[in-house]
C-alpha cells in the first residue's frame, strides 16, 4: 500500500532562518507530487506541484522553492523565512491521470517568530 | 473562474442524527470531486471520489452525490457518531487544458456531533 510521510510535524524559526521540509512517498512511482498551504479561513492554495523528477511548476510568487530530487521526494525550502511563512503546510501525491485520488501527509505547522 | 462554496461553514448535531453537508461550484467543466476530512492539526483524509459520468459513491455510512449540470455535491453522513467530528473539505479538479492537475478547493463545513 502507498504511504506518504511528512516531517517534521511542528517547527518554529526566527525570522531570517532557512527552511527545508521534506515529504517521502512509498508504495508507488512516478507520482504527481503536491505542496498546499492552509491559512485559517483561506482555505488550501497550491503552491508547487511536479509531475517528474526535477520538474516544479509554482503556482504563486512567494519565498518558498521547491524541490524534487528524486522521484518519491519533494522539498520545501526558503533561503530566509518571512513571519507571513507561518502556516499549515500539507504534501500531497497522486497517480496520474485525470479521475484519481490526492492523498495527503500529515502536515507540518510552521510557526515564524 | 470556479468557485466551489460549502454551506453551512459550521453544524453541531446530536449523535445519532442524519445529515447532509452541501458542496457547490460554478463551473461544470469537471473532471471529478471529492471529499475529504481533516482533524484538528491534522492532514487530510480522502472520503470519496466521484467522477463526473458518475452520480454517487458510497463509503460504509457515507454517500456523496453529484450534480454535475446544477454544480452541486453533497455527502450525506447516516447515523452521526462523535467521532465524525471534523472539517469536511470538497475539491473539484478542473477540465481545463493545461490546468487539470489543480484542485478547487471550498473552505470546507466544521462539524460537531454532540454525544
Known amino acids: 500500500s502507498q504511504t506518504i510521510h511528512q516531517w517534521p510535524a511542528t517547527l518554529v524559526q526566527p525570522v531570517g532562518s532557512p527552511l527545508s521540509l521534506e515529504c517521502t512517498v512509498e508504495g508507488t512511482s512516478n507520482p504527481n507530487?503536491?505542496?498546499?498551504?492552509?491559512?485559517?479561513?483561506?482555505?488550501?492554495?497550491?503552491?508547487?506541484?511536479?509531475?517528474?523528477?526535477g520538474q516544479i511548476s509554482s503556482e504563486v510568487p512567494q519565498n518558498l522553492s521547491a524541490s524534487r530530487p528524486q522521484d518519491r521526494q519533494f522539498i520545501l525550502s526558503s533561503k530566509k523565512l518571512l513571519l507571513s511563512d507561518s502556516g499549515f503546510y500539507l504534501c500531497a501525491w497522486r497517480v496520474r491521470g485525470v479521475n484519481t485520488e490526492a492523498f495527503f501527509g500529515q502536515g507540518t505547522r510552521l510557526t515564524v517568530v | 473562474k470556479q468557485e466551489v462554496t460549502q454551506i453551512p461553514a459550521a453544524l453541531s448535531v446530536p449523535e445519532g442524527e442524519n445529515l447532509v453537508l452541501n458542496c457547490s461550484f460554478t463551473d461544470s467543466a469537471i473532471y471529478n470531486l471529492q471529499w475529504f476530512r481533516q482533524d484538528p492539526g491534522k492532514g487530510l483524509t480522502s472520503l470519496?471520489?466521484?467522477?463526473?459520468?458518475?452520480?454517487?459513491?458510497t463509503s460504509g455510512r457515507l454517500n456523496a452525490s453529484l450534480d454535475k449540470s446544477s454544480g452541486r455535491s453533497t455527502l450525506y453522513i447516516a447515523a452521526s457518531q462523535p467521532g465524525d467530528s471534523a472539517t469536511?473539505?470538497?475539491?473539484?479538479?478542473?477540465?481545463e487544458a493545461g490546468n487539470n492537475r489543480k484542485l478547487i478547493w471550498g473552505l470546507g463545513t466544521s462539524l460537531a456531533v454532540n454525544p
Do not use: D, H, M, T
Open chain 1, 33 to 53: 507530487l503536491y505542496w498546499y498551504r492552509q491559512a485559517a479561513g483561506r482555505g488550501l492554495q497550491l503552491l508547487f506541484y511536479s509531475v517528474g523528477i
Open chain 2, 48 to 57: 470519496l471520489l466521484i467522477q463526473s459520468s458518475q452520480r454517487e459513491q
Open chain 2, 88 to 95: 469536511y473539505l470538497c475539491a473539484v479538479r478542473l477540465r
